[in-house]
């Protein structure tokens, strides 16, 4: 019997749920659900009791399966299955029911004018959360199973006219590629989608918003959407995306201009700043006024570190104190990060381990780092300024320029989905419109 | 990715190549150099002596006396830049001489071959170009004893920077000087000279120095130079004493030349000379149009002796031949090989006329 082969797989559990009824009082059937993940009382007035009274059943959501592998994926996602005695398919009740945060404001993305509501961890909710904006019968969601042993729910949503055929069918190629047992965490969806996983820039954009995925599609980007994440993928992410924010567009054009541009000049002298110093001042002495570098010199008398490894001590110790602001509870986390920064810096300099200019440097870099929007596009930036230190300490601001056209040639080379990662500073228009600056629409 | 790394690299070596960099940038520890602030030129009969103003880094955290002052170094050679070399070997620091930010070159070092003097500094290609340049009435070396001893080094800056305050100078910087040397053959150098007052010694402008053909062939004095500002267009902001205690501020001053023509012979140039000046003292004379005449006067006379210098020193560093060239070049392409005799032979007029505030 059906139902005997679907306890066979399920094993005896205990939130396993059987439930013996009869069909308009003559017919034996069995209802089989996980407790905890269905929605008991709604499985109990729409369908038990009226098909024990009645013999039918008003729940709207409803379907006929006959694979036994899908019945039981079906069960362990939270529906009720309907299994009569002697009939060798089952009629899936949609009836989930565990419980689920409610819609909130985004942790990471908020804005001041815009939309306060964020993606949670149900894919339904979500998705209900797009169609909402974008009502339109072009809105096409495609949903697939990922993960080879539990298959995770999830759903490429796209505006069809708008985005390209065939990178659609490339982002469902390359997901369904995924030989994963189950989806562990983001990157392992992330890193299906990059066309260079070894790639240390993000080629993938995430987003808590659902008005920036919204904004997105409508563009001609694809979005997908896992269930158990409150975020949404976004492909092709380019370089000029990463700079973006919702802010820009509900501000005026002039101020988010202004901000968009302090991002980029952020960002750049984030990557800079130590890499510069280093090489002014092991190389280019040259370059410092005369009183600056007395001041300099005079600060750094009893350091018996060489400046580069100053610079490099520093900026890891800067990275290890944000990793455990991050690890910290809230409570204390800012405090001790706080504290452990001045009370170790200033120590730190009264030891005449470090130089008092090095602690304005890499604070300075920490500082300008934390303008970048994007985490994804500030965490690359972190280990490129390193990069860029290193070189900057075997040759000078040679060897920083080197780096620097390294870097640009990079990101030049670098796609995502096959759209260049520059593509946005292809020409001049399409630069200052929205790639440098947020000009008005036309 | 390998692909890139080949790429970048052959790059580099491209860029390295056509840059015909030799070598990467040397590696010194900035605790390591002693910066340098003045770099001073002198050439005594067959031999150079370079003489360099210094800051001691050591002892300046436990409050030595010594923090914060300056020293100076010097030592002789063959030439300047081996002069400079035993001079280095000699610190037991790295000396930072890219950062002088003053160079002072003697009076024999400029009169003997300034062009050695100006390629000494260009081919050290860590010098700044931005350091102002000055050429000393005397020794080099001696100038840095008295701004040292007397702890005016600062005042260099001023007589730099702001020497338009009282246009009895104006500041050059090193870029600017190995402009002139190119272009023109005959230009002036900003000059000091140390005074003696009340009984101390001090550094003060003193007017340009003149210099033809690569060579230093006279001074123009500070009672001159400001008619020479007036005519090079450089700042006039300065004050003229009149009699009577009477004193105005000359604010600015418009000169225009005139070339005056009789075929393709230059028969006069006329310098009409507009100055704008505002009453600061009025002295003891309670009629303000005497002190317009006056003013002119003594502009007039100023000018006067700047021209006369030039012709006394047989170049045209007023720069007329050059106005002469922009406003007519084809009359200037016929007589350019005979200019400088033109020009010792042509009368220039002055008008000196001025509007009182």
């Known amino acids: 019997m059906l ?42 007035v729409e369908v038990v009791e009226p098909l024990t009274l009645h013999g039918i059943t008003w729940f709207a959501a409803q379907k ?76 096409k969601f495609t949903d697939l199973k990922l993960g080879k042993e539990a298959q995770t729910n999830a759903t490429v949503v796209y505006l069809e006219g708008k985005a390209e055929p065939e990178k659609v069918a490339e982002v469902l190629r390359r997901l369904e590629k995924i030989s994963e047992q189950f ?112 001041s300099i010199i005079k600060s750094k008398q009893a350091v018996s570190f060489t400046t580069f490894l100053e610079v490099f001590a520093l900026l890891v110790a800067f990275e290890i104190l944000i990793e455990a602001g991050i690890r910290l509870p809230k409570s204390i986390g800012q405090a001790v990060s706080i504290i452990g920064g001045l009370v170790v810096g200033d120590a730190a300099v009264s030891a005449k381990l470090i130089s008092p200019a090095i602690v304005v440097v890499v604070a300075a870099t920490g500082i300008c780092g934390f303008v970048v929007s994007n985490s994804d596009l500030a965490n690359s930036f972190r280990i490129t300024r390193i990069l860029l230190l290193v070189s900057a300490g075997f040759a000078g601001l040679y060897g920083l320029s080197l780096g620097l056209i390294f870097m640009l040639y990079y990101l030049c080379r670098t796609t995502s989905l096959g759209a260049p990662y520059m593509t946005a500073y292809k020409d001049g228009d399409s630069t200052i419109r929205d790639g440098l600056l947020r000009l008005p629409r036309k | 990715m390998k692909q ?81 070399e035993t001079l280095k070997k000699r610190f037991p620091r790295e000396m930072a001489i890219s950062t002088a930010e003053y160079f002072l070159i003697g009076e024999e070092a400029a009169g003997g071959n300034l062009e050695s003097a100006i390629d000494f500094l260009a081919k050290n290609n860590t010098l700044r170009l931005t350091s102002s340049v000055f050429i000393v009435r005397g020794e080099a070396g001696k100038v840095c004893e008295v701004l040292v001893e007397t ?33 023109n053959n005959a230009f002036t150098v900003p000059a ?43 700042s006039v902001y300065s004050t003229i004493e009149l009699t009577n205690s009477a004193a105005t501020r000359l604010e600015n001053a418009n000169r225009k030349i005139e070339f005056r023509w009789s075929g393709d012979n230059l028969t006069c140039i006329v310098l009409n000379i507009n100055l704008n000046t505002r009453v600061i003292d009025s002295g003891n004379n309670p009629f303000f149009f005497e002190y317009e005449k006056e003013q002119n006067r003594v502009i007039f006379a100023e000018v006067q002796k700047s021209i006369a210098a030039s012709k006394r020193l047989g170049c045209d560093f007023l720069g007329i031949g050059e106005l002469l060239r922009m406003r007519h070049p084809l009359r200037w392409e016929r007589i350019r090989p005979y200019w400088s005799e033109i020009y010792m032979a042509v009368p220039i007029k002055i008008n000196v006329e001025s509007r009182l505030s």
């Open chain 1, 3 to 44: 139902s005997q082969q679907i306890k066979q797989i399920l094993g005896e559990q205990g939130d396993i749920i059987e439930l013996d009824l009869l069909i308009k009082g003559t017919k034996p059937a069995k209802i089989i659900a996980v407790d905890g993940l269905v929605n008991l009382r709604a499985v109990g």
């Open chain 1, 64 to 139: 006929e399966e006959s694979d036994i592998n899908e019945i039981v994926r079906n069960i362990l996602s939270g529906d009720a299955a309907l299994i009569v005695d002697g009939e060798e398919k089952a009629t899936i009740f949609d009836s989930k029911g565990f419980s689920l945060r409610g819609i909130s404001e985004p942790g990471q993305e908020n804005v001041i004018k815009g939309p306060k509501d964020s993606f949670i961890e149900a894919l339904r909710t979500n998705t209900a959360l797009i169609r909402r904006r974008l009502n339109t019968p072009d809105l």
């Open chain 1, 183 to 294: 989806i562990k965490s983001t990157s392992s969806v992330e890193e299906s989608l990059k066309d260079n996983p070894w790639s240390i820039f993000p080629q993938v954009m995430f987003t808590e918003r659902p008005d920036k995925l919204c904004a997105n599609i409508a563009e001609g980007k694809i979005g997908i959407l896992v269930d158990g994440y409150p975020i949404a993928f976004i492909v092709p992410a380019v370089f000029n995306m990463l700079f973006q924010s919702g802010e820009d567009y509900s501000q005026n054009y002039a101020h988010g201009s202004y901000v968009r541009l302090l991002r980029y000049a952020g960002a750049f002298l984030s990557l800079i700043i130590p890499a510069f110093y280093v090489a002014i001042t092991t190389f280019h002495h040259e370059m410092l006024p005369t009183n600056l570098m007395l």
């Open chain 2, 4 to 84: 890139s790394i080949i790429t970048v690299i052959i790059v580099f070596i491209v860029i390295a190549v056509m840059s015909n960099a030799r070598y990467f940038p040397r590696m010194t520890e900035i605790t390591l150099a002693e910066p340098v602030f003045v770099i001073g030129i002198d050439r005594h009969d067959n031999s150079a002596r370079v003489s360099i103003v210094y800051e001691k880094i050591e002892g300046a955290d436990e409050g030595d006396n010594n923090a914060n002052k300056k020293f100076v170094d010097y030592t002789e050679g063959s030439s300047p830049a081996a002069a400079l």
């Open chain 2, 151 to 183: 702890r005016t080094l600062d005042i260099l800056r001023n007589y730099g920077e702001y020497s338009g305050i009282n246009a009895i100078s104006s500041s050059m910087e090193f870029y600017e000087l190995l402009s002139e040397s190119v272009k």
């Open chain 2, 192 to 234: 000091l000279v140390i005074k003696e007052q009340n009984g101390e010694k001090i550094v003060v402008p003193s007017g340009y120095a003149v210099i033809k053909d690569g060579v230093l062939v006279g001074f123009l004095e500070a009672d001159a130079a400001r008619g020479y500002n007036i005519i090079t267009n450089k």
